[in-house]
């Protein structure tokens, strides 16, 4: 007896093997749309600037350019971006985690 169809035969969430090839389609589509979302939040974070200020910290807070016009600086359009990527992100994994119910997937 081949052990490894045995296997395939445990894990088979459905009961046809429509619906089970189905079943694996879709879950590859959402891993790899999950993993696309999760290097775009990495690569965002990354692109943002660190929030200490190092030794200029110490002599108290200035006013500058980029604090009175926040809404419209590039670190606030990364920090909307990496927030969208996340959310969508969580979305993504919920609804993949959903599907793996069998019931969805057998008549």
């Known amino acids: ?3 490894l169809s045995v296997l395939f035969n445990l894990l088979r969430p459905a009961s046809s093997a429509a619906a089970y090839t189905t079943y694996r389609i879709v879950s590859a589509v959402f891993i790899v749309l999950m993993f696309v979302a999760a290097i775009a939040a990495i690569i965002l974070v990354m692109l943002q600037p660190g929030n200490s200020q190092g030794i200029d910290a110490l002599g108290g ?4 350019f980029f604090g009175k016009n926040k809404g ?3 670190e606030s359009i990364l920090k909307r971006w990496t927030a969208i ?21 057998t008549a």
């Open 61 to 64: 807070t200035s006013e500058t």
């Open 85 to 105: 990527c996340l959310i969508v992100l969580a979305v993504f994994a919920v609804i993949f985690f959903i599907l793996q119910i069998d019931a969805i997937w």
């Open 1 to 3: 007896m081949n052990y």
């Open 72 to 74: 419209k600086s590039t």
